[in-house]
């Protein structure tokens, strides 16, 4: 022990180290206390001034912008971190996230759980606003700092070891803003609200869900967003529910931009539904099932278009399932009701067409290497359309076509992607006439590029009204249809490479056809049926077993300009060479009956004998009660004519070569007339075989008197027409008779037409009309249908002028062929000798055959001339006249002699000299004195006697020349000779022989010209 312990100063005993221990005990206590008091005090009023600062010079110095931050405060005896308005600015200066405060409080756990425990964190009224610049880059990858460099080997960063038992952000609010758009949009959600409980990054085998989280949002437009489910980090996955309710449509669909190819204007979607997420590796494990899905009330429109062409009332999926792993999609029931369709169609194309999507370019072959995704399957067992709408409008044809059905009702039965069976289909569609139309059945889709669907359907169309398809009539005929409607019923099949076949039949019942520019029907009928109609698209191929025309009428009109109504309307309106041809003018006293070519003929192609054959057969047409009327309007009063009852049937109708089909019908016109057609031809190539004869009886030619009056001059009182004709066409070659017989035909009054020909009508009549009355003329022809100049109406109307104007020309030679008579021309003609009456013995036997000739065409009658030859008879009867005087001057002049013969008297210029004085002094009473004579020519010898006799007789003969009425009796004695031959030998009824003057003759030899009148 030592001495301070035994006896040293008390004040260093051990009452006097107690208190000094304590001291030091207090002084530590209060050192700790002042260093956590300071620690306490700075982090109360001094850390949350430098955790600002040193935040808001981290975010300038990694972001280069200026952040906000109001206040900062810190509690550090609850370990709880407030901070207040906080503001991050993009680029442009506008707020990018942001909130108004910020609490976060750390569970003391932390200390001896190795990770960062927080036991809440909560934010209100939190900001983002994501922005999609013009160069396509997201301005919250602003955010994300640069990655620091890894050494090489380095192990990779663990995760951050972070669990948070609550988390709550309210009152949040989102900017979603695209300003790579042409037109820049931004929108907004607001009332964002999200909760998430019991959170944690490292696995836990307690936890049997995950952490719970709760998420609701709200737009500005009300749409609404909730979600509710577990949420894992290690390993991440996910379950829950979640329902949007309430979305626009056209607001999502404008974030898509231009990569959408449709722009929606409006729609509101709603989707309820649960679904199971999780993250092995990289690999996602996804599957969501809708409950209901539903888009209502959308419209849609299409890039540049300023209406809405698509509609919707609700289109909803039910009971769908989506499987992210095994790529498959199953829809439960699809129903799409009330879709409205406005569609067109004009010179671009169809309007929906835009509504397509952009052609993309198939991307590179990335290599061998890479791996394909799993193809996608898709199920869909029952989609429906109820209640729909299509409204169409076919823009191309001169006048709009609008075509619309409502309600249209479809139904599609177990669609599937890939395609693994048909597909059931039936559909129904009332169009707005009230008629329906119906099919049913199953159809194939094709699998690869290059298909085509294949199917097979029950179809049926009742009672579609033929009137709204007026304008493509119009496109290949000026015909408007009044009334008319369309049925079928029958079976469609889709066959491979596009193929289409339709089995059944058809009619058309009431049908109206009428011609718009002469207001009047053009073809009518009750109905036509077509039985049995097999047709296949390609190669085109039809099959008609029979088609029936009940109280079909069809009317041909021949209009004021010379066109057929049917020609001018077949002719497309508008199209080159519908112009009408107008009727050749016609001159004063030119003829109308013209035989030649009003314009220079067109070739007509020749049909080779391989050309491809018309796909068309059909077994028989059969006609029933049927009529057909004929009006031509280019005459006045207007001609008209009808063929009633026209019943019987054409069989065996066949575009193959060498078919012929067999033609038999019979009808009346105007009810007492019989008609009858019959014989075969080749329907599609009539050119190369037609073997037709038309047969018309007994009908009366009152009727055309219109035509009488106008081209012949003379209207008809009375007559028949019969009518045989017989057209055989073999290889294009023609051989066509024409027997016409016409009956007791008798020509009225005369009209004054400036159309007549100027012919003598008349006589023709009576010069073909024979002693019963009859008019028999046959008219055949023959020619070549391949010569570009061969037309058979033409020709025929040519040989029928020829004819004509051959008996109005010559009409003797017709005669002469009665009676055999050779040339008949020259019974016209009878000779005389000058001075002569009696014919001679020749002429009169042509008298006697012109005689015979004339009882058989007792309507002739014949004109007489007295012919007057004034050059030839004048000289012949003044030298008769003058021998006459002669011969009674003998007596005196050898009186008392024996008077010689005249002959001889004029033979002897001694004897002539003494009669020629007797009658100088008998006829002008006195002596004659010759003048002295001149005195001979030298050689020449001067007969006194000779040279008198020349002086008397030139001063004797012109007292005793013929005059005009000499010549006048001659040429009369001459007419009444012949018509004593004619009456006397040939027993011609005198009635029928006139006597008429007629000019002198100018010179020989004199020919006595009859006419027949």
Known sequence: MSEAGVGGDPSTGPETRAPSRLRGWLIGIGAVVLVLGGLIAFGFWGAPGVIRAQALKALETTYHRKARLDQVRLNPLKLRLEADGFSLPDRDGRPMIGFERLVVSVSPTSIWRGRLALSEVAIDHPMVRAVRRADGRINLADLVPPARPRPPGAAADKPFKLSIAHFHLGGGEAILADQQRPDPIERRLSRIAFSLNDFSTVADPTARDGAGFSLTARSDRGEGIEWRGDLGIAPVASNGRFRFSGWQAAPLAALAGADLPVRVMAGRIDVSG???????????????????AALRDAAFRAPGADADWVKLAALEVSDAHLDLARTDVRLGHVVATGPDLTAWLDRSGINLARFAPRSAKAPEDAGASATKPSPWTLEAPDIRVAQGRVAFEDRTARETVALGAKPIDIAVEGFAYPLAAPLKISASATLDDGSTVTAAGAVTLPTGAGGSPTGEFDIMADSVDLTRFQPYVRRAANLRIATGELSAKGHLSLRDKGVVAYRGGARIDDLEAIDPVLKSDLVT????????????????????????????????????????????????????????????????????????PVSKPTPRPRSAAGSKPAPVQIGQVLIQNGRMDFTDLTVAPHFSAGILALNGTITGLSGRPGSKAVVDLKGAVDRYA????????????????TDIRMNFQNMELTSFSPYSGKFAGYRIDKG????????????????ATHHVVIDQLQLGD?????DAVKLPVKLIVALLKDRNGVIDLPIDISGSLDDPKFKVWPVIWKVVGNLFEKIATAPFSLLGKLVGGGDGEAMSH???????????????????????????????NLEIPMTEAPDLDGPVLSEARYRQVLAGALKVAFKGDKTPALETVLAAPKLKRRLLEALYRQSLGQKPVPPKSEAPTPGRKLDPDQAANDWMEAALRPRFAVGETEIKRLAQARA?????????????????????????????????????R
């Open 274 to 292: 649960a679904y199971r997420f999780a993250l092995a590796g990289r690999k996602p494990a996804l599957t969501v099932d809708i409950d209901q």
């Open 830 to 860: 009878i000779r005389f000798e000058p001075g002569v009456a009696p014919p001679p013995q020749a002429e009169r036997a042509k008298l006697v055959s012109l005689a015979k000739a004339l009882t058989e065409r007792p309507a002739l």
């Open 674 to 689: 019989p008609v009858t057609i019959s014989g075969a031809l080749n329907p599609f190539d009539a050119m190369r075989f």
């Open 525 to 596: 009928w009750d109905r036509l049926a077509l039985n049995d109609i097999a047709v296949v698209s390609n190669p085109l191929d039809v099959k008609v077993r029979q088609v029936v025309a009940t109280t079909a009428y069809a009317r041909v009109v021949l209009e004021q300009n010379y066109d057929v109504n049917i020609r001018t309307v077949l002719e497309t309106p508008g199209a080159e060479g519908s112009t009408p041809v107008a009727a050749p003018a016609v001159g004063a006293g030119q003829a109308r009956l013209d035989f030649k």
């Open 750 to 754: 005369k009209v004054d037409s400036a």
């Open 720 to 735: 028949k027409l019969n009518v045989d004709l017989h057209y055989l066409i073999n290889d294009l070659k023609l051989d």
């Open 976 to 1012: 009444e000779a012949v018509e004593a031959v004619l009456i006397d030998e040939g027993k011609i009824d005198p009635k029928r022989l006139f006597v008429v003057t007629a000019a002198p003759l100018a010179q020989g030899p004199i020919d006595m010209t009859l006419a027949l």
